[in-house]
């Protein structure tokens, strides 16, 4: 089990202090991820401390630079979201936003679905659909670690209301995928991250489609 304090502290090293609520769901939900993984293969980390750098501390880095992009209300869409990372934590910071957890795997949107319900999130859902084939207007789309940036950028260009954002999490900056974008696509922004308890490089590509 996480410890309470371990992801309170956590959360408090990236200006995030959480709610008792917040906190019990954050918890509640990687305690279902693990329980979930024994079966269903949802995520290759076994262990709790993992689980909570790697996944809950990932996710919530990136809470903070979306409040300053998005403060007010907008439907995300997460692409490729797995088991609902970053998708089910910002849900869970964020009831102003309603998330959409898209997965072309079934047992990974049922999982997130059955998430939605045990922690009461009437902004969360799990959808099973492949992002070509997805209709629908979205003020955010979001993506951690899914497939390339030009890959992410024009398979969901389709879905990104006018005047909405793409955030790409991605490990170090992607310098030759930002290059390789084709003009349409505009990157106006690449913000660095710092994940307590994490040795590894993690940015923010903020992109949207070009003007004219």
Same mark, same amino acid.
């Given at each position: 089990?996480?410890? @309470? ?11 995030? +202090? ?18 979930? /993984? ?9 262990? *709790?401390? /993992?689980?909570?750098?790697?996944? #809950? ?7 903070? +630079?979306?409040?300053?992009?998005? *403060?007010?209300?907008? $439907?995300?869409? =997460? ?6 990372? !970053? &998708? ?18 079934? @047992? @990974? ?5 059955? %998430? ?5 999130? *009437?902004?969360? @859902? &799990?959808?099973?659909?492949? %992002?070509? /084939? ?8 979001? /993506?951690?670690?899914?497939?390339? #940036?030009?890959?992410?950028? #024009? ?6 209301? +006018? ?10 900056? !992607? ?6 974008? !084709? $003009? ?11 994940? +307590?308890?994490? =040795?590894?490089?993690?940015? %923010? %590509? ?7």
């Amino acid at each position: 089990m996480i410890s @309470k304090r371990a992801l309170h502290d956590g959360a408090a090293a990236l200006g995030l +202090p959480l709610s008792d609520e917040q906190g019990e769901r954050l918890l509640t939900y990687a305690a279902l991820l693990l329980k979930w /993984s024994k079966v269903y293969n949802l995520t290759a980390l076994r262990d *709790p401390a /993992s689980v909570l750098s790697h996944h #809950l501390l990932d996710s919530l880095s990136v809470i903070g +630079p979306l409040a300053r992009r998005q *403060p007010g209300r907008a $439907a995300l869409l =997460d692409v490729g979201a797995g088991a609902g990372l !970053p &998708g089910v934590v910002i849900a869970i910071m964020r009831d102003n936003i309603r998330v959409s957890c898209l997965d072309a795997v079934a @047992k @990974k949107a049922a999982f997130v679905q059955q %998430v939605a319900g045990e922690l009461a999130l *009437p902004n969360l @859902k &799990g959808v099973h659909a492949r %992002v070509e /084939s997805l209709a629908g207007s979205y003020e955010l789309i979001s /993506s951690r670690a899914f497939a390339s #940036l030009s890959d992410f950028f #024009l398979g969901s260009r389709h879905l990104l209301a +006018p005047g909405g954002i793409w955030m790409a999490m991605k490990g170090k900056r !992607p310098t030759e995928e930002i290059a390789q974008l !084709p $003009a349409e696509i505009e990157v106006f922004h690449v913000e660095q991250l710092h994940v +307590p308890g994490l =040795d590894a490089e993690r940015c %923010v %590509v903020w992109a949207r489609k070009a003007a004219g």
